[in-house]
């Protein structure tokens, strides 16, 4: 039961943890620096701009919302 704990709170905590890493100022140099995703769309937020997203696809496609 302990170990099935743990598997839960890596699956559900980690994202909160990467997702706070993706958070910076948007600046047109460090947007053009974002690297692709090797699996699904990646989204990085912006700290100046509150609700500001940009989303990458592996394919290199870029949607900022």
């Known amino acids: 039961m302990e170990n099935s704990n743990l598997v839960l709170a890596e699956r559900y905590l980690a994202p909160k943890q990467r997702s706070s890493e993706r958070r910076f100022k948007f600046t047109e140099k460090t947007l053009a620096a ?3 995703s090797k699996k699904g769309q990646v989204e990085y937020r912006d700290d100046s701009t509150q609700g500001f997203v940009c989303r990458v696809s ?3 496609r870029t949607l900022y919302v």
């Open 58 to 60: 592996p394919t290199g």
């Open 34 to 36: 974002l690297p692709l």
